[in-house]
């Protein structure tokens, strides 16, 4: 007998047809196996149970990291083979699927950390069970040549590996030693360069444990690292970036040791930073005495990641203790991934480089995850997880390409009943950004072999994508920047009938000029209907408010009447008139508006500044208390909450910060809680789901949540995609999908 399998899903970089090849050789089955493009085909030869036995461990004991799909199963015609055989890859009909970056596996460190290896230290070592795959691969089939390793020819003893189907690195097709691999050099600018990579790796050390900052190149971009309890070389890293107060991440050594001091663990948490995605996790300040107090200012989590490359793995090991790992870049621009422009760029920010000289063929930040409700939240989509593959539910009518949001950009190519979202781009004020986005928009097409037909916007026509959608001359569809909030959750929760959701964010674009971002909707993608809301105020100077929250304050005092003797006389005046004041609802604005008032962040060096701090601040108060916020309906039939009454709890001075913090908490918590309750009066709801960037906020949707199901609610919150605007693409495909 025999039959033809056609494997899609992840079956490419992740050692599938050595699997493939080793399990024919068990069950003695004859035939083939082979790659096209994104996927697998098997020819099998043997009796009528083998192949049946074959089928089904085909799936069920693939390799780890495989995500195998059985697309089709034939029986056809038997051609005899005598044993078993990889043949070459070859193009054929595409069902690609690009494989993430991903960590070191335990056999790979084993031999890392051997004397007697011959990879024993050696930086770069990886097989078909890790290392990198996206930031690598430049065309598909996943073979070398189609690679950024196709300038390292491999060594014998490599290639040896790397030919035999019963090795772990055959076509593993980063593999390389220090022979043939890739290699360090550690720059120090105006000096001579150390070379080689032991030399390297210890100049890089010493000038860590001196107190210096060194920009080391990763898997999918540089990372600025510092001595992690080093309050001065902290302090001088925040000066250079210039990063004053945004927190920083901290990779600390394999042992756990410095992490289980440092911060407060769970087998939850310690499961996620340990998975193979190996992202950042935010987690409670347990000895704060342990770090520089310049790590994460006036917050109360510290981003904490465990090393994920063999280099990391040597450097902090070297190092002995924890080190700073952010983001090698500037402003919020995408991490950087050059080494020329590196050095050219981070020379300001940093003393030294550590370089490898194997190219990155595209950049992948680190990915940030938050437990929240006690499941893992998604906050930045990158290395390890992105390119994410989602499945529709239904089919789309032409391919688009999904451009996502302002702030916290990724982006998604969707075709069929397939979407693909990218890596964080980052923030689309720079030019850098935007160059960035649009490599990733034609390298995500030219990877997947599907052009776009369409593009999906945001409706506000000042997002910084907006002259790359007049270049490429394609139909553009626009979506409400909330619609598509409420969206993307209902993509991930497409079992959630008669479904309300709250979209809160700092603003987005609504309907007629005003900036929503305190919306309650019913209804479903595309058919979305905005129900209730908060009381509207105007903005002064409009989007300045996001870095100034005294803005907002100024805002609530003068709506309400009173003076706000912290804001500049012409400032009022112009309000009073109507000039650069839009009105707003957003609920992201009363938090900045809460924060300026305690007194905890009038102006903010980063987005969400004055929120975090204000959440911070409240978890340090143990009581709840609330203050009922009355809702009303307006002319138009929208429910409203009424914010006032919170004013003179905040400007309350014989109260402590922290109360103020933790009632204003609870009182958003009850207002949204006496809108659904309205809304399910009034629709019938018995779903609700929170999204927006405000729901990144542990303390309020925690307390939103446990009120909710109190009151019979079942409660959702994202799990697969980001909350905030990074999952803005996949709710605008949504849209689109459902206004076909």
């Given amino acids: 007998m025999a039959r033809h399998f056609l494997i899609t899903g992840q079956v490419q970089g992740v050692g599938f047809r050595p699997f493939v090849y080793r399990l024919a050789k068990q069950l003695h089955v004859n035939g083939w196996v082979r790659n096209v493009t994104g996927s697998v085909e098997i020819h099998a030869e043997g009796s009528g149970q ?16 495989a995500r ?13 083979h005598a044993g078993f055989a990889i043949l070459p890859s070859q193009a054929g009909e595409a069902h690609i699927h690009v494989p993430p970056d991903f960590f070191a596996c335990e056999d790979c460190l084993r031999e890392l950390n051997d004397p007697a290896d011959r990879r024993h230290r050696y930086p770069f070592i990886n097989c078909t069970q890790c290392g990198p795959r996206y930031t690598l691969i430049e065309s598909l089939p996943y073979d070398r040549p189609n690679t950024t390793m196709k300038a390292f020819p491999l060594c014998p003893d490599c290639a040896r590996e790397y030919t035999d189907p019963l090795d772990r690195r055959f076509h593993a097709e980063p593999v390389a030693c220090a022979i043939c691999g890739p290699q360090l050099v550690f720059v120090e600018p105006g000096e001579n360069e150390t070379s080689g990579n032991e030399a390297a790796l210890a100049a890089a050390i010493g000038f860590l444990r001196d107190g210096y900052t060194v920009a080391v190149k990763g898997i999918g971009g540089y990372h600025l690292m510092c001595d992690a309890k080093n309050d001065e070389a902290v302090a001088r890293l925040r000066m250079r970036k210039p990063r004053p107060f945004k927190p920083l991440a901290v990779m600390f050594p394999a042992d756990e040791k410095s992490l289980s001091e440092s911060v407060a663990l769970d087998e939850q948490s310690l499961d996620l930073l340990r998975s193979p995605q190996r992202p950042i996790v935010l987690l409670p300040k347990k000895h704060p005495e342990c770090l520089s107090a310049q790590i994460a200012p006036g917050l109360d989590e510290i981003g904490c990641i465990l090393p994920y490359s063999p280099l990391h ?76 593959e989602l499945e529709l539910p239904a089919e789309l009518p032409q391919p688009v390409l999904a451009l996502g949001a302002h702030t916290k950009n990724a982006i998604a190519l969707a075709w069929g009943k397939r979407a693909v979202i990218s890596p964080h781009i980052g923030d689309l004020s720079s030019v850098k950004s935007l160059e960035t986005l649009t490599r990733v928009a034609a390298d995500l097409q ?32 626009e979506v409400l920047h909330h619609h598509a909030h409420a969206s993307a959750l209902a993509w991930e929760f497409p079992e959630a009938e008669n479904l309300g959701v709250f979209a809160w964010d700092g603003v987005g674009l609504g309907e007629n000029g005003e900036l929503w971002g305190g919306e309650a909707f019913v209804g479903r993608p595309g058919r979305w209907q905005r129900a209730a809301s908060f009381r509207s105020f105007r903005l002064p100077g409009g989007e300045q408010a996001g870095r100034e929250p005294w803005r907002s304050a100024a805002a609530l005092l003068w709506e309400c009447g009173h003076p706000a003797p912290f804001a500049p006389e012409l400032l009022h005046d112009a309000w009073q008139k109507g000039l650069n004041a839009p009105p707003t609802r957003a609920a992201g604005r009363l938090f900045d508006a809460a924060a300026a008032l305690t007194g905890i962040c009038t102006h903010a060096s980063f987005e969400g500044e004055g929120p975090m701090k204000l959440e911070a601040a409240a978890q340090r108060h143990d009581k709840t208390e609330a203050i009922p916020l009355p809702l009303e309906q307006n002319d138009t039939g929208l429910w409203q909450s009424d914010w006032s009454p919170l004013l003179p709890m905040l400007t309350d001075h014989t109260l402590s910060p922290v109360r103020r913090a933790a009632c204003f908490h609870a009182s958003l918590a009850h207002a949204l809680l006496e809108q659904a309750l309205k809304l399910r009066e009034q629709t019938g709801i018995g779903n609700i789901g929170l999204t927006g960037g405000v729901f990144q906020n542990r303390l309020l949707a925690e307390a939103a949540k446990v009120l909710l199901e109190q009151h019979g609610f079942k409660v959702h919150l994202p799990q697969r995609v980001p909350v905030n605007d990074g999952g803005i693409c996949l709710g605008q495909v949504m849209e689109f999908l459902y206004l076909k």
């Fill in 50 to 65: 083998n192949l049946e036995c074959f089928a089904d461990h085909l799936i069920r004991q693939a390799p780890a990291i």
């Fill in 68 to 80: 195998p799909c059985l697309a089709r199963s034939e029986a056809v015609a038997c051609k005899p």
């Fill in 446 to 477: 030219a990877l997947y072999q599907i052009k776009a037909a369409r593009l999906l916007v945001d409706r506000h026509p000042n997002y910084g994508y907006r002259h790359f959608v007049r270049e490429t001359g394609l139909p553009v569809f």
């Fill in 313 to 388: 793995t040597l450097l902090l090991d070297g190092f002995g203790g924890p080190l700073v790992a952010t983001s090698g870049n500037l402003g919020g621009e995408p991490v950087m991934t050059d080494n020329a422009e590196a050095e050219a760029r981070l020379e300001i920010v940093a003393d030294a480089f550590l370089h490898h000289n194997r190219p990155i063929a595209r950049p992948a930040d680190d990915s940030v995850y938050r437990v929240i409700a006690a499941k893992p939240r998604p906050l930045r989509l990158g290395r390890g997880l992105s390119p994410l």
